[in-house]
C-alpha cells in the first residue's frame, strides 16, 4: 500500500514537469522598473557656435564744446531725435556777435578804399597816355613824362596793396564767423540725444563734455570667433540673431566685415554684422547672440 502511494506521487510530479515545457515571458513594459526604451536619430542636430557682443551703431560720439563761454539756452534734451546740423544748445554770442560786426566794417571799408584807387589808378594812366603823346610831340620833356609814369606805376602798387588787405579783412571777417558758429553746439549727424550734461547758465571751456548723440541704425554686432572659422566665414553670410532682452523675436544678420587676421593673444578673428530689415525694438547698447553653424568650418 505504502508503495502505490510513492509510485503516485512520482507519477503526479513527472506530469506537472512535462505540462512546463515552455519558459514563462515577462513583458518589459509591464515592470515599473524597466528602463525607458532610448530612440536615436539617424541625423544628428546641427552643432552651432554662438557668439554675444553689444548691439552697436557707426556713428555714436560726445559732442564737446568748441568755444569757451556760458550756455545761454539747450534746445535738445534726452531722448530728442535730432538731424545733421540742428542746434543741441546755444551759448551766449553778444561778444562774438560785435566782433564780427566790426569786422565786416572794415571789410566794407577797405572794399570802397580799394574802389577809390582803382579810379585814381584809372586817372592816371589817362594822364599817362596823354603825357605820353605830348612828349612824342615836343610839347613836353621827357622828364615830366617819366613823372607822370612813375606816379601812374606807384598809384598800381597802391591798388594792390589795398587789395592784399581787402583778403586779410574778408579772412579775419571769415574767422570771426567760425568763432561765432562755435557758439552754437549743432549735431554732427541723424540720431537721437542719448544723454545730456550741459545746463542752461553752465560755464564751459573747449573740451567740456556737452552732450552724447547716438544713431539709431543701422545695428551691427562684433564679434569673435575661434581661428579655424578663418577662411570659412564670408562677406554677406547670414546667421541668426536674438536677443536676452527679447527672447520670443528672432532676427537675421550678413557679415560686413572680416578681420584678415588671426589675433594672436586671443587665437580668435573679428566679425561685424549688420541687422537686415525692421530692427522691431532692438536698440544700440543691447546684448544680442549670432548662431555660426560650426559645419561652416570644417
Known amino acids: 500500500m505504502k508503495l502505490r502511494f510513492v509510485c503516485l506521487i512520482a507519477i503526479t510530479a513527472l506530469g506537472l514537469g512535462c505540462d512546463d515545457s515552455r519558459p514563462s515571458v515577462v513583458a518589459a513594459s509591464n515592470s515599473p522598473d524597466a528602463p525607458s526604451p532610448i530612440v536615436t536619430s539617424s541625423k544628428p542636430a546641427p552643432e552651432v557656435f554662438v557668439a554675444s557682443g553689444p548691439l552697436i551703431v557707426e556713428n555714436q560720439v560726445d559732442v564737446d564744446a568748441e568755444k569757451d563761454g556760458v550756455i545761454a539756452s539747450i534746445v535738445a534734451d534726452t531722448g530728442t531725435r535730432v538731424q545733421k546740423g540742428q542746434i543741441l544748445a546755444q551759448l551766449d554770442d553778444r561778444q562774438a556777435r560785435a566782433n564780427l560786426e566790426a569786422a565786416a566794417a572794415r571789410t566794407r571799408s577797405t572794399e570802397a578804399d580799394l574802389h577809390n ?16 603823346k605830348l612828349w612824342q610831340a615836343g610839347v613836353i620833356p621827357q622828364e615830366q613824362m617819366e613823372h607822370v609814369r612813375y606816379k601812374a606805376e ?20 571769415q574767422s570771426l564767423q567760425l568763432e561765432l558758429d562755435k ?15 550741459a545746463r542752461v547758465g553752465q560755464k564751459i571751456a573747449v573740451g567740456d563734455r556737452l552732450f552724447w548723440v547716438s544713431a539709431e541704425s543701422p545695428l551691427r554686432l562684433r564679434f569673435t570667433l575661434p581661428e579655424n ?14 536677443s536676452p532682452d527679447l527672447q520670443d523675436q528672432h532676427w537675421n544678420a550678413a557679415v ?43
Open 117 to 132: 584807387w582803382e579810379a585814381e589808378a584809372k586817372v592816371l594812366d589817362a594822364d599817362l597816355r596823354r603825357a605820353e
Open 154 to 173: 606807384s598809384d598800381h602798387w597802391d591798388v594792390e596793396r589795398v587789395q592784399q588787405l581787402l583778403v586779410d579783412a574778408q579772412a579775419t571777417q
Open 183 to 197: 557758439t552754437k553746439v549743432v549735431a554732427p549727424f541723424d540720431g537721437i540725444v542719448a544723454r545730456r550734461y
Open 229 to 242: 572659422f578663418a577662411g570659412h566665414i564670408n562677406k554677406g553670410q547670414r546667421f541668426a540673431l536674438t
Open 256 to 298: 560686413v566685415q572680416i578681420s584678415p587676421v588671426v589675433d594672436p593673444s586671443s587665437g580668435t578673428i573679428e566679425v561685424l554684422c549688420e541687422v537686415l530689415g525692421p530692427t522691431n525694438g532692438l536698440r544700440p547698447g543691447m546684448t544680442a547672440n549670432v548662431r555660426v553653424p560650426t559645419n561652416e568650418s570644417h
